[in-house]
């Protein structure tokens, strides 16, 4: 094998090329292919099918790829991550199709499963994308999306139920389900479910957040943080608590963060509550919490019984060797059953494979605590080389960093967060958008680990 070697971030800014906009664009569609069923009336199922096997194809080339190229360092743990998760994915395939066999079943949820393990390669492509490509698919998907949710919220006012029924036999002729809280219709957008829109804009929003709070000041600050409103406004009316929720905890960390940095962001952010209170001290006070609706559902008195009927000790205990081993779905494991999409996936993959899932997943906070380890040394080092001159002025440069790097990070891990309830992130609609959120992310990384060994390099 080659040995790895650091390749400047400037490696990584390539001009924006034909394959390039190609496989943007099979990102972008495969997150809003409602659109053109709906609108242009293109086949639902083809359509579907066509998109899958687009983003699995790239998946595949991308790994491919991988396995033939080299890496920089500070990335070969994630690198493993992702070939040790295709591995586990070639054992969990033959072993289910082993099982199925020999007992006579069949697993219909099989070809779901290569969306958990063929997707990740494609960071490594996203990496030579431009930047400012890479943020253009997240606004495209976002406004997209928050069209789509108003849009059929609309039609819900004007037209009811019989408007709904029809839109969502047109998205997904072959199951139909609604959901509602009292006498409301839920929206559900143009992947035609409310959970799966829904995990969309809880990524975009805190996306939209955490650029709002790392601008200067300015108009684009303000249009991003009316972004953020406008996607929240968005989540609230899909219905989906445990992403409300997801998207609310996310975001009150942020901002925690944001202003733990120092006296003035504190002010921004009293200044910026208070013109929240001004607005909201303006409106009818009674319709806006109508908006609200979707929390109804955290009502104890009117949550589903069945979201914890597999979550019982016996349930558990039958399930203890494939949340060993795996093969959930063809055991047809209790646990499988949960809307706890940690608990479904731990059963249906093995421990092994969830852990490895868990790390890609939460990879930011990994590398952030790397990051902090290396700037500790880094400022060590200089202190020992009698620079106390220069610390003060590195020792700021690596909190903005830092802090820059946190907010990057923040809409992966409200992403992986989601897993909660569902597992609408590894639907075909989601898993993209991660993935280029995650290049984001592992771009900034590379970009401040290369800050760090110039500044060692200029002092040594």
């Given at each position: 094998?080659?040995?790895?070697?650091?390749?400047p971030v400037s490696k990584f800014q390539m001009k924006t090329r034909f394959a390039h906009i190609l496989c943007s664009f099979i990102l972008i569609f495969a997150s809003i292919r409602g659109v053109?069923?709906?609108?242009l009336g293109f086949p639902s199922n083809i359509t579907y099918t066509i998109s899958s096997l687009m983003v699995l194809g790239l998946g595949l080339f991308s790994l491919l790829s991988l396995l033939s190229s080299r890496l920089d360092v500070p990335l070969v743990l994630f690198k493993n991550a992702v070939i040790l998760n295709v591995i586990l994915f070639v054992y969990l395939i033959f072993g289910t199709l082993l099982i199925a066999v020999g007992a006579g079943v069949s697993d219909s949820s099989l070809l779901s499963l290569f969306y958990f393990f063929l997707v990740f390669?494609?960071?490594f492509v996203f990496l030579r994308f431009d930047d400012k490509l890479l943020t253009r698919i997240v606004y495209i998907i976002t406004f997209i999306t928050v069209i789509g949710v108003y849009y059929f919220f609309n039609l819900g006012i004007s037209g009811g139920f019989d408007a709904i029924e029809a839109a969502h036999s047109t998205l997904r002729p072959d199951y139909f389900t609604y959901s509602r809280i009292g006498l409301n219709l839920l929206p559900f957008g143009y992947t035609g479910s409310h959970h799966d829109t829904a995990n969309i804009l809880v990524m975009c929003g805190i996306f939209f957040l955490g650029k709002f709070f790392l601008c200067s000041f300015g108009i684009k600050k303000f249009l991003l943080l009316a972004c953020y409103f406008l996607i929240l406004s968005a989540l609230l009316l899909t219905g989906s608590a445990a992403n409300t929720l997801v998207l609310l905890f996310t975001s009150t960390l942020s901002v925690f963060f944001y202003i733990q940095r120092s006296l003035t962001a504190m002010l921004i952010s009293l200044v910026f509550f208070s013109f929240i209170g001004?607005?909201?001290?303006g409106m009818d006070f009674n319709k806006s919490l109508n908006l609200f609706y979707v929390l109804q559902k955290l009502n104890p008195n009117t949550i589903p019984d069945e979201i914890f009927a597999s979550l019982d000790f016996d349930s558990i205990l039958n399930s203890f060797v494939t949340v060993l081993l795996g093969f959930g779905g063809v055991l047809e494991s209790p646990l499988i059953n949960s809307e706890v999409g940690?608990?479904?996936?731990?059963?249906?993959?093995?421990?092994?494979s969830f852990a490895a899932l868990m790390f890609i997943g939460f990879s930011p906070i990994y590398y952030l605590i790397v990051f902090n380890i290396t700037s500790r040394r880094c400022i060590k080092f200089l202190k020992l080389k009698s620079l106390k001159g220069l610390v003060g002025d590195f020792e700021q440069r690596l909190r903005d960093q830092k802090f820059r790097l946190l907010m990057i990070a923040m809409p992966i891990i409200t992403g992986t967060l989601t897993l909660i309830h569902y597992g609408s992130l590894f639907r075909i609609t989601s898993i993209g958008l991660f993935c280029v959120l995650l290049t984001i992310f592992l771009k900034g990384y590379l970009r401040a680990q290369q800050f760090i060994k110039s500044e060692s390099l200029l002092h040594s």
């Open positions: 094998m080659g040995q790895f070697f650091f390749i053109f069923i709906y609108h390669p494609t960071v001004i607005i909201i001290a940690f608990v479904n996936m731990l059963s249906r993959f093995g421990l092994f």
